[in-house]
């Protein structure tokens, strides 16, 4: 993500290398350091977008500096979160973990309105913090990713890494061919165009049908808006898939499952970055996957990832 060079007329100004004893600056690959923001979230205590905005606040000092948008950070300096030393060498071990979002919780920590979000039914966490790996809107519901990886996070959201988002929709309406041909080629949206990568019939009759839609982005209501632009009314939609990983058939709304090392391999794979070391599951994460598997037929130690470059469709 690209910081912004400047705030209203105000000019930020970029940490400068540090200086050998000689007055001579440090190699380049030291010289440049690295955003501040990426650093930071690489912890794990955010995720770029966040920690841009903690930068903005003035929550983050560099030296004693208060950190601006622009600031590099080089090997030795020291940094600090509201006047507390803030750790960015200690590589922690990573966590995953799915979530099956029902209708009805927002994806956002806190709700102005009051309305129970997405971490109230998380497990805690003492030194990181979950972050939400797209989102998913109030009336929305299915697969969420977690992870503790701000960098992980950032990757699997943007643009290039072209994560694939399969949703399973219904829609209110007469959908012909001409249609379905048009949401495949795009149409122009309030935020530019936008269409499916592939849409497979899943049955109904009547004005009732379903589809599985295929998203190269996580745009906002991107896939509602779709189909209100063909004048059609989407009545159900849940996420069944984020790139190689799908919603385990036997987790049931509301309820969380962490992921083991294997299949956390595959989410980074996914984001095109070496692994992490994973933190071992604990005894009651291992039992609970144990008792998924039972309820499913299969191995405690199946990838919840189909391990190909396509993928194996489910139908409801």
Not at 24 to 49: H, M, T
Not at 54 to 62: H, K, L, S, V
Not at 195 to 215: A, S
Not at 285 to 295: G, M, N, P, Q, S
Request: positive net charge; aromatic residues 6%.
């Amino acid at each position: 993500m690209t910081s912004k060079a400047s705030t209203g007329n105000r000019v930020l100004k970029k940490t400068q290398p540090p200086s050998t004893d000689n007055g001579s600056s440090l190699p380049d690959a030291v010289g440049k350091g690295e955003k501040l923001q990426k650093s930071l979230a690489r912890a794990g205590l955010g995720s770029r977008r966040e920690m841009e905005r903690w930068i903005e606040q003035g929550r983050f000092a560099i030296g004693g500096r208060r950190a601006q948008l622009g600031d590099r950070l080089f090997p030795g300096e020291r940094v600090t979160l509201d006047g507390k030393p803030v750790d960015l060498e200690t590589v922690e071990q990573v966590r995953c973990l799915l979530y099956h979002k029902p209708v009805g919780e927002v994806c956002s920590r806190k709700d102005p309105e009051g309305r129970r979000t997405v971490f109230d039914s998380l497990p805690a966490l003492q030194g990181s913090r979950w972050i939400v790996v797209g989102r998913l809107d109030f009336n929305t519901s299915g697969l969420l990713l977690f992870t503790t990886d701000g960098e992980l996070a950032h990757r699997l959201m943007h643009p290039s890494s072209a994560v694939e988002r399969e949703y399973l929709v219904r829609v209110m309406g007469q959908v012909d061919d001409n249609i379905l041909d048009n949401l495949r080629e795009g149409v122009i949206l309030d935020d530019g165009p936008a269409r499916f990568t592939d849409i497979v019939d899943g049955g109904g009759e009547g004005i009732n049908r379903w589809f599985y839609v295929v998203l190269m982005e996580g745009r906002n209501r991107e896939v509602r808006r779709l189909w209100e632009s063909q004048g059609l009314t989407v009545s159900r939609l849940k996420r069944v898939r984020y790139g190689e990983v799908f919603m385990p058939s036997k987790l049931k709304q509301g309820e969380w499952m962490e992921l083991p090392e294997r299949d956390v391999d595959v989410v980074y794979s996914m984001a095109g970055l070496d692994p992490k070391p994973v933190r071992p599951l604990g005894d009651k994460a291992r039992e609970k996957l144990e008792r998924l598997a039972r309820k499913s037929g299969k191995q405690t130690t199946r990838r919840l990832a189909s391990g190909k470059s396509g993928f194996k469709r489910r139908y409801k």
